[in-house]
């Protein structure tokens, strides 16, 4: 995931995908923003009309978090 911190675009980068991979961005408050399938190795999210400050990125496999990671919002 880069950049992080991020101004715009923030890149998801995953080497094998499975069935039912998906990605959840929530704010820091918990509340779900986005919820999509990652459906390539490499996804691209315009986070450029979001506000400034953390959120955490959760990368799911089957129901399953794989990897959660704090993004900064700049």
Known sequence: VFPNPVKDKLVIKHEALALNTRFILSDASGRIILNEELSKTEHTLDLSSFAKGM?????????????????IKD
């Open 55 to 71: 959120y955490l990125l959760m990368i799911q496999e089957g129901g399953s978090t794989l990897r959660s990671i704090k993004v």
